[in-house]
């Protein structure tokens, strides 16, 4: 399974960015798909999760009521729209897929993309 993620960059706080992450090499509507995040000297840290079948969502407290996690099997995509950004939001942020859970901690998630950087500036 290879996971390809786009639509990082440099934006200034309040804006918004929509990252979205191609995924091929397996059946994508069997996959629970997460987005996780690591700052510069920390641990990955959990976003937002989709189940597969578009019935449940979650996402992380810092982040709830700003970025919306979506899916499309057609396309094989998962995306995630960030909203009302904070400078501590910057971040690599990855796509992340698991055949078998829908979760919140990275290492239920089999599957991962190399990241893409999201820098907020003050």
């Known amino acids: 399974v290879q996971l390809v993620e786009f639509g990082g960059g440099l934006v200034q706080a309040g804006g918004s960015l929509r990252l979205s992450c191609v995924v091929s090499g397996r059946t994508f509507s069997s996959l629970a798909m997460g987005w996780f995040r690591q700052a510069p000297g920390k641990e990955r840290e959990f976003v937002a999760a989709?189940?597969?079948?578009?019935?449940?969502?979650t996402y992380a407290d810092s982040v709830k009521g700003r970025f919306t996690i979506s899916r499309s099997n057609a396309k094989m995509t998962v995306y995630l729209q960030m909203t009302s950004l904070k400078p501590e939001d910057t971040a690599i942020y990855y796509c992340a897929a698991s055949p078998t859970i829908y979760g919140r901690t990275w290492t239920e998630y089999e599957y991962w993309g190399q990241g893409t950087q999201v820098t907020v500036s003050s």
């Open positions: 989709i189940s597969w079948d578009y019935d449940t969502t």
